[in-house]
């Protein structure tokens, strides 16, 4: 078995046609054929479904495609690798940000990477956390930022900082002149929260059944963006990150006390993959802006306190 067999599989199974695959490849569909034949005839199984129009993976063939991407994926950071220890910096950075991108500082930091490393392409992309560490493992990401959790053996979580969530309501909602409101009184509220993918639900799920509270939960969204607009303009409330709301007119964000959830985003790594320099410099850049951020606010409560 070669490495072309691989290249030429992974190429005809995204393709899904000899002929489109044919010419992403640069060969003749005569040439590939004979080649995914080959591949078959060594493994002793038949990979795709020849019809009229399509090649459609057979059952064998689902089992063997991540394997054969991770192994592309890992030779292509072993090249780039190697092209790094000349000193390049070239190629294409895969990441995955969390869905409070918007109002992160990653922002900021994506464009002074792309200003300073104009050579590398990035690819930024809003995922939730289950996505990303799937993707992580299996060698599609080079890092990610998210809401850490515990329950994956494959990644390691770098932390950035500690996070509260809260409770956001709008500026007419029976409690938006509130400082604080604890936890057990969200039984009585009819909530909007993130579907059950969002680390963020899964967090507060946790805290709810550890003071034995069931949440009046009323609808679900897969984004933050379509549940603020839906709190700013109804009675209704929902549990984000604090620093996914930010500062945003007509709605509060108030303290969840007794107990306070609070969480963690941290940079996610594959525990076992190798870590491109373009990678590892994002990483630095994005520690040094929370770091930068964190020290900031220090000498700011310093300042007011005196």
């Known amino acids: 078995m070669e490495l072309r067999h691989l290249r030429y599989f992974v190429t005809l199974a995204e393709a899904r046609s000899f ?3 044919a010419e992403r490849l640069g060969i003749s569909q005569p040439t590939l054929s004979h080649q995914v034949k080959q591949l078959e005839a060594l493994l002793g199984t038949v990979l795709f479904d020849r019809l009229a129009r399509s090649a459609d993976l057979t059952a064998a063939g689902r089992v063997f495609k991540p394997f054969c991407e991770r192994i592309l994926k890992e030779l292509d950071a072993g090249v780039l690798a190697v092209s790094e220890l000349e000193g390049l910096m070239r190629g294409t950075l ?3 940000v969390f869905h409070s991108f918007s109002t992160s500082l990653l922002g900021p930091v994506l464009s002074q990477f792309a200003a300073q490393y104009p050579g590398v392409h990035v690819v930024a992309r809003l995922l939730p956390r289950v996505e ?3 993707d992580l493992v299996e060698g599609k990401l080079d ?6 959790s515990d329950n994956n053996e494959h990644i390691v979580a770098e932390k950035l900082f500690e996070e509260e969530l809260v409770l956001v309501v709008g500026s ?3 409690l938006a002149s509130r400082t604080k409101v604890p936890m057990h009184a969200l039984a009585d509220l009819p909530l909007v929260l993130l579907t059950q993918e969002f680390g963020a639900r899964q967090l507060i799920g946790r805290f709810f059944d550890t003071i034995g509270v069931t949440p009046h939960i ?3 969204m897969n984004a933050i963006e379509p549940i603020l607009s839906t709190v700013q303009n109804a009675p209704l409330a929902s549990v984000l990150s604090a620093g996914a709301v930010g500062k945003i007119a007509g709605i509060r964000a108030i303290r969840l006390v007794d107990p306070t959830p609070r969480r963690f985003a941290a940079i996610l790594w594959r525990r076992e993959g190798h870590r491109t320099a373009a990678a590892t410099r994002m990483a630095e850049m994005i520690r040094a802006a929370y770091r930068d951020r964190g020290t900031a606010r220090k000498k700011a409560r310093g300042s007011a306190s005196r």
């Open 218 to 220: 009323v609808l679900e």
């Open 94 to 96: 895969q990441m995955a």
């Open 172 to 174: 007419t909602h029976p």
């Open 132 to 134: 990303m560490e799937r």
């Open 19 to 21: 002929t489109r695959a």
């Open 143 to 148: 890092l990610a930022v998210a809401y850490a």
